[in-house]
């Protein structure tokens, strides 16, 4: 049997260039590429119910647990699968992003959010978890920049974006074997080749084609 593969996450406030690295690292490792939340049939349904604007207002519990049951259903579907086959997976957004957005965030019991992802993922987390750190008004810049229409979670603002950014960098610090920060104002090949650093500091080289 295969060894299990390492699961890659890349976290961040949006606008930090974190979906870039994802893909950016995937290619370069071979990797799975992935992305919560909407990464499967029933994960695209629940991405519209938690982010577009026009969706129904939600609580902020049903909020925390329609991202836990996105998670469970991406474990269950591609990310799980792809791990016991020995396979590499980036995953653009994992558990960090429930922990800094519906806890710091939101002002949820991080505790509470903790032994519902616990449970939600079977306690499969990411080996490790890559924060792409930018100032919020550089990311808000980029934001704007792209011309995107903003998500419901975007449309709180930069007083929302600052809590969120706050809590992936207490997540990073209380947790330095899991989680590493890097400088996302850095030119885009830079950061990636700094991050492919990283990743081979930590775990060596990625088995060929571990998609």
Known sequence: ?????????????DGSGKSTQARALAAALGATLTHEPGATALGVALRRLLLAPDSPPLSLR???????????EHL??????????????????FS????????????LDP????????WATAGVGADLSILVDVPVDVAQARLGAAGAAPDRLERLGPSFAQLVRDGFLALAA??????????????????????????????????????
């Open 1 to 13: 049997m295969a060894s299990r593969g390492r699961l890659l996450a890349l976290e961040g406030i």
């Open 62 to 72: 049903a909020e925390a647990l329609l991202m836990a049951a996105d998670r469970a």
């Open 76 to 93: 269950a579907v591609v990310v799980g699968p792809a791990l016991d086959a020995g396979g590499w997976v980036v995953s653009d957004r």
């Open 96 to 107: 960090g992003s429930t922990l800094a957005y519906q806890g710091y965030g939101r002002g």
């Open 111 to 118: 505790a509470g959010l903790s032994g519902m992802l616990e």
């Open 174 to 211: 209380g947790d330095p074997e899991h989680w590493a920060v890097v400088d996302g104002t850095t030119g885009a090949a830079a950061l990636t080749a700094h991050i492919l650093g990283l990743v081979h500091e930590r775990f060596g080289d990625a088995p060929t084609r571990a998609r």
